[in-house]
């Protein structure tokens, strides 16, 4: 039987325990957490995330100090928008929201953010403690997918794994946390001669790409836990109607894993829940110390 691991179901569990702490903090140092997300232009789906992210910090109570920018908004002005938030008090994580618009350089705005408020796990330091096993704070989608395994108890050490995809973002970072969980990690990306062979030896395959049907059945070990990180809009023709699918072909390739996440409802409300998981921390950490 295929087991479904169910992130929207945990990432639930782990919010309510986060208004418990929320509570407390509150009652302790006499304010919520708070966190700033920047986002620039009127990317549609980049909107989306916002309101999202936004919305889960309401319902943990922690406060937005969000900022939304035209798209013309200057490299200088969201440099110096970062630096008083990192002097704001009351702000316990910064985030840019990405991509950016291609005149300005989203790597550099990392820069600027206090890594102890770099709640997406995107400065070098961070990902620097990562690269070093030190503790600090991670990048939010594979910190999701690690949480999300170890709730299902999915055993990591000796196994193989592959992650396809090695952004920053998702892939680098992915592998590494395998890594340090003691799997055997090997990186596919676009330039990967024969993917089919090297997917098909994996106990644990981790598609962060954003191709629609990339993974199919032929390239799953039966029994194999299967995440799908990769977010597609696919618009069907006939109704018009646009809906979310990952980059695994669900419907072939679910019969035949050991586990698997679904799109929606796996890692996208784990990466919303680790967010919030790090701003609390973030928060804890700097009040309680
Ligand atoms: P990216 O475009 O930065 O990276 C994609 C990676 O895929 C690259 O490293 C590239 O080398 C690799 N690639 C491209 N074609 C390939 C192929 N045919 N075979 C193997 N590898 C190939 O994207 P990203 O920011 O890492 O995001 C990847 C996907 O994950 C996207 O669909 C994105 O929307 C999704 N995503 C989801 C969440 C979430 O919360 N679930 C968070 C972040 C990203």
Redesign the pocket.
């Known amino acids: 039987m295929t087991q479904t691991l169910d992130g929207k179901a945990l990432a639930e569990k782990i919010q309510t325990q986060l208004i418990t702490q929320v509570t407390a903090g509150q009652s302790q140092w006499g304010r919520p957490p708070g966190l700033a997300v920047l986002m620039v232009g009127d990317n549609p789906a980049s909107a989306a995330y916002v309101r999202n992210k936004e919305r889960a910090c309401t319902k943990v109570g922690i406060a937005s100090f969000g900022r939304h920018f035209p798209a013309h908004v200057t490299q200088a002005e969201l440099t110096a928008v970062i630096h008083e938030l990192n002097g704001d008090d009351r702000v316990d994580g910064i985030l840019v929201q990405l991509p950016l618009p291609s005149h300005l350089n989203g790597v550099a705005l990392l820069h600027e953010i206090d890594p102890d408020k770099d709640v997406d796990g995107l400065h070098p330091l961070n990902m620097g403690r990562l690269m070093r096993d030190e503790r600090g704070l991670r990048s939010c ?1 594979p910190a999701g997918v690690m949480r999300l395994l170890k709730e299902y108890e999915i055993p990591f050490v000796g196994k193989e794994a592959l992650v ?4 920053i ?3 680098k970072p992915m592998a590494l946390m395998l890594l340090a969980a003691n799997a055997t990690v090997q990186i ?3 330039k ?1 001669q024969d ?1 089919e062979t090297l997917a098909r030896r994996a106990d644990i395959l981790v598609s ?4 629609p049907g ?1 993974i199919t059945a032929a390239m799953v070990k039966p029994g194999a836990v299967v995440v799908d ?4 809009r696919v618009v069907n023709l006939d109704t018009g109607k646009a809906r979310l699918v990952g980059d695994v072909d669900y419907g072939a390739v679910a019969p035949l894993a050991g586990a698997i996440t679904p799109v929606p409802g796996g ?2 409300p784990m ?1 919303v829940a680790m967010l919030l998981e790090n701003t609390v921390l973030s928060y804890q950490e700097r009040l309680g110390g």
Do not use: P, Q, Y
């Open positions: 989608t396809i995809g090695r952004s973002l998702v892939g596919a990306h676009g990967t993917l962060a790409v954003g191709k990339l990180v990769g977010i597609n890692i996208g990466t």
